[in-house]
């Protein structure tokens, strides 16, 4: 039986995604084929209630250490590496002490609050060349989104004719809905939607090596106050809708149109990620609403007919699922641990598209928002900054 390594991690950041993370360690046996497993042994946040502690502690054995005291954390020899899943305004902080304390690190997007501070993150980054780093941005990697990635890897497209990328919800339509902080400048930042949504869509774009090159977008701050859970009323301060049209150069210096949306405020959209991309060969859409199911149009004369095409639990890091399953939204941060774990025991991914995304791909995105703030606030045409890559 071939051995498997073992990967320590300390998780700071107990709520929505801290638990997704430790749900996918609990069921790491549905992945085949890893040499290497997670073990999470230590567990921080700044709130952590005892009903909260036991969760963690009752559903994963190893951990041996639950604390309110983050540094605690990073300083702990029995830890390898971090996954940091806490309000924006603390990314700056934790990233730069766990990477500057020698640990691996899965940072939560939009990796920074805003571009300095993504800026003083990258430097860390660089000044710690050994510790490996990436950004959680899990929707690439479902199967009909994968199917769509080696269309692009393989070439098929043709020339690219537009791209149009999107993440939308619908929940903030409830002017009721107290307010959290990902509503509040402070904790969320002045990208507000785009910060909280636009890495997600940003991810298979800047992989394929298309770059926007200026930008030209609309805000919308639709609800101004929300419920403030306590009785009375809050100012809602951050931008619930972008649409950020960008022209947009392929590694190939092919020019095009790439059209992005972040919405919290979509009617009757619940979590849909989508990415539409027309070519002159093939067309290709995919949508986590139909996240089995992916269209593709493929022309060389004649008609022009779209081909709609199931697919199945078709992972790129295989587990016991039978292939003809259906893959589920969770199912994707299962596979994105997969691939961090992967790529940290191998040391490359399985494929261009199967990787978790680089902080160097995060810049693109502070270089993107930070470019559409002044387009919306000047209502004209920003360039966007090219990352430079010494000094980050
Ligand atoms: N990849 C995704 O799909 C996805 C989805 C949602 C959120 N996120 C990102 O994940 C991060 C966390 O979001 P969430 O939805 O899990 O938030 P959350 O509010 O559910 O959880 C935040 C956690 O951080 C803890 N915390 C706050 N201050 C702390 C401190 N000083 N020390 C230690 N712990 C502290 C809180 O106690 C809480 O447990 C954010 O960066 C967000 O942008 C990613």
Not at 115 to 122: E, G, K, P, S, Y
Request: a neutral charge; aromatic letters at 10%.
């Amino acid at each position: 039986m071939k051995s498997i390594k073992t990967l320590r991690f300390g998780l700071i950041g107990t709520g929505m995604m801290g638990k997704e993370f430790a749900s996918a360690v609990m069921r790491w046996s549905h992945l085949l084929d890893m040499d290497i497993k997670p073990e999470i042994v230590s567990v921080c946040s700044e709130h952590i209630t005892e009903e909260k502690a036991r969760w963690y502690t009752e559903g994963l054995k190893t951990v041996h250490q639950v604390t309110r005291n983050w540094k605690e954390v990073i300083d702990s020899s029995e830890v390898d590496a971090l996954y940091i899943a806490v309000p924006n305004h603390l990314h700056e902080e934790m990233y730069k002490g766990a990477v500057r304390a020698g640990k691996h690190l899965m940072g939560e997007k939009p990796f920074g609050i805003d571009r300095a501070a993504n800026l003083a993150i990258m430097k860390s980054i660089t000044r710690n060349p050994d510790v490996f780093v990436r950004c959680a941005c899990q929707w690439h990697f479902a199967p009909a989104i994968q199917r769509l990635c080696s269309i692009i890897e393989q070439g098929r497209l043709g020339r690219i004719i537009e791209v149009e990328a999107g993440f939308l919800h619908s929940s903030d339509l409830n002017p009721e809905k107290p307010i959290n902080w990902k509503r509040v400048v402070k904790y969320n930042g002045e990208y507000g939607c785009m910060g909280d949504l636009g890495m997600h869509i940003l991810a298979i774009p800047i992989r394929a090596g298309w770059y926007p090159r200026n930008v030209r977008a609309v805000l919308s701050d639709i609800v101004k106050e929300r419920p403030d859970g306590k009785g009375g009323r809050a100012c809602c301060e951050t931008w619930d809708n972008a649409v950020l049209l960008c022209e947009t150069e392929a590694d190939t210096g092919e020019v095009f149109p790439m059209t992005l949306k972040t919405h919290r405020i979509a009617p009757g959209e619940k979590n849909t990620w989508y990415l539409n991309v027309y070519g002159t060969k093939t067309s290709v859409k995919v949508s986590t609403k139909q996240i089995n199911t992916i269209n593709i149009l493929e022309y060389s004369g004649g008609d022009q007919a779209w081909q709609v095409i199931d697919t199945g639990y078709e992972t790129a890091y295989p587990t016991i699922s039978a292939p003809l399953f259906e893959f589920g939204g969770i199912d994707s941060i299962f596979q994105m641990w997969a691939a961090f774990l992967y790529e940290f025991s191998v040391g490359k991914p399985k494929s261009l598209f199967s990787g978790c995304t680089t902080p160097d791909e995060a810049v693109w995105s502070h270089e993107l928002f930070t470019a559409a703030l002044e387009s919306a606030d000047k209502k004209k045409t920003v360039e966007v900054t090219e990352p430079r890559r010494e000094g980050r």
